[in-house]
């Protein structure tokens, strides 16, 4: 059984940063691919960075340039540094790990961006 804990979340003004993190219990972590997606209210998840086992990664197209998307399998952690953060930005932020025939994920932490 995997279980995924993100933090990290909270208000931030237009332009700053946050760094969020989400750690996983087990010994599978390193093997497996981990996403970041996020929901804002009344719309649906989306994808918003990726990284495979062995570290590439891949963003969506509204993030790229501003979040950065990294793992340290030693930690069992994977975290998304959001730099120049938009008010469009906020949402509740999930972590997921891709395992085929598992549904894996945390229970969010939420961003929101605001003056």
């Known amino acids: 059984q995997v279980q995924l804990v993100e933090s990290g979340g909270g208000l931030v003004q237009p332009g700053g940063s946050l760094r969020l993190s989400c750690a996983a219990s087990?010994?599978?972590?390193?093997?497996?691919?981990m996403s970041w997606y996020r929901q804002a209210p009344g719309n649906q998840r989306e994808l918003v960075a990726r990284?495979?086992?062995?570290?590439?990664?891949n963003y969506a197209d509204s993030v790229k340039g501003r979040f950065t998307i990294s793992r340290d399998n030693a930690k069992n952690t994977v975290y998304l540094e959001m730099k120049d953060l938009k008010t469009e930005d906020t949402a509740n932020y999930y972590c997921?790990?891709?395992?085929?025939?598992?549904?894996?994920w945390g229970q969010g932490t939420q961003v929101t961006v605001s003056s």
């Open positions: 087990g010994s599978i972590f390193r093997r497996h691919a």
């Open positions: 997921n790990l891709e395992r085929p025939g598992y549904d894996y």
């Open positions: 990284i495979t086992s062995g570290g590439r990664t």
